[in-house]
């Protein structure tokens, strides 16, 4: 058995989350859950936002999976996933985006992963007011964090037998900023011969993406453009229900769905948590269980492409538990 921080989150976290245990107890996958509260839930509790506490224990056990977690807009805490990813030193966001066949989508051969670098950019929360006139926010890129996540993009390409890395950027006008992302991606492509490397701008990537995706392989973004382009790859496979997510350090690392809280279908029994699940089949492959992770894709595609108890942005009319029965089911005959 080994410990894994589960965070339940906010919104509908708490039942795609719990689908996700569901599932893994169903596959028998060897995990001790410490449960902790990050969010808006531990707020409500007395509690901070993200304590050290729930830092604490992901640093010890080393893996967690978590169910998102909601940030107030303009005011309020800070965001807990920022935080979190800056706290733990989680410096690559990965996002594998795949067709899945019995979702049916403008394209059929999608198979992309964003890699997103996840520390720093206009996410970095250097922002300040000038009096009430104007806002300064600071786009934040350095060479150490450009090099890893360039690094972090051809490791993964060259272990996962993929074929081209394409950078994301706006180094036309953003020269500074986002041509050090460049300079630092050049540099590091060029120890990576058998890998194809291209740079393309980031509005006319969000035009080739709804165009060609097909095109693409793994896409290397700062903090922002992929946290954009994350979501816009989400759209041309089903939606956010069915995008998982790794946040991963050194010997660290955090599993979650692309999207967020949902606040609109909290509490309705009616989320997909598809995501969550692939999310967490990605977590047991990190930790040495691929089999069971593959079990679980497996059981997951299955039950997706005979269209049974799909949920609502599927255009089905199950519940979550519902579709979580039908998986678990399909687990028994996989192999
Ligand atoms: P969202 O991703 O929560 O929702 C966008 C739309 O997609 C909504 O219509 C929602 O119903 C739908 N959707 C999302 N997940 C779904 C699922 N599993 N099944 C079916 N439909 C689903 O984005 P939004 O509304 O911009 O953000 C809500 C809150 O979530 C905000 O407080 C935001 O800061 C937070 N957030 C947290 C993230 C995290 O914890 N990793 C990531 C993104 C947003």
């Given at each position: 058995m080994r410990k894994v921080t589960l965070i339940p989150g906010d919104g509908i976290g708490p039942e795609i989350v719990g689908a996700a245990v569901k599932v893994l107890e169903a596959a028998r996958a060897p995990i001790e859950w410490e449960i902790a509260d990050a969010g808006i839930s531990a707020v409500k509790k007395g509690?901070?936002?993200?304590s050290d506490e729930v830092l604490d224990s992901i640093r010890k056990n080393g893996v967690c999976l978590k169910g998102p977690t909601e940030t107030p807009v303009i005011s309020g805490h800070r965001s807990v996933n920022v935080a979190l990813r800056q706290e733990l030193g989680l410096y690559a966001n990965l996002r594998p985006v795949k067709s899945i066949k019995g979702i049916k989508t403008r394209y059929e051969r999608i198979d992309l992963v964003v890699v997103r670098e996840n520390t720093e950019d206009l996410y970095a929360g250097i922002e300040h007011k000038i009096g009430n006139v104007a806002a300064e926010s600071v786009k934040l890129i350095t060479a150490e964090a450009s090099s890893r996540i360039a690094k972090f993009a051809f490791e993964y390409a060259r272990k996962e037998g993929r074929k081209k890395v394409t950078a994301v950027h706006k180094a036309n006008i953003m020269k500074l900023s986002d041509g050090l992302f460049l300079e630092c991606a050049r540099k590091v492509a060029a120890d990576y011969p058998d890998i194809v490397y291209e740079e393309v701008i980031i509005d006319n990537m969000c035009m080739q993406l709804v165009r060609?995706?097909?095109?693409?392989?793994v896409l290397l973004c700062p903090n922002l453009y992929g946290d954009i382009i994350s979501d816009l790859c989400a759209g041309l496979v089903g939606g956010l229900g069915v995008v998982p997510g790794a946040n991963v350090g050194d010997g660290v690392a955090v599993f979650e769905a692309v999207h967020g809280s949902a606040p609109d279908i909290?509490?309705?029994?009616?989320?997909?948590?598809t995501a969550m699940i692939l999310s967490a089949a990605m977590m047991l492959k990190y930790m040495g269980e691929g089999k069971k992770g593959e079990r679980i894709e497996k059981a997951l595609y299955e039950a997706l492409e005979a269209g049974e108890n799909l949920t609502p942005d599927l255009g089905g009319k199950a519940t979550t538990d519902e579709f979580c029965e039908s998986v678990i089911k399909r687990l028994e005959t996989v192999v």
């Open positions: 509690k901070p936002a993200l060609n995706p097909e095109k693409y392989d909290a509490g309705k029994n009616v989320a997909n948590p």
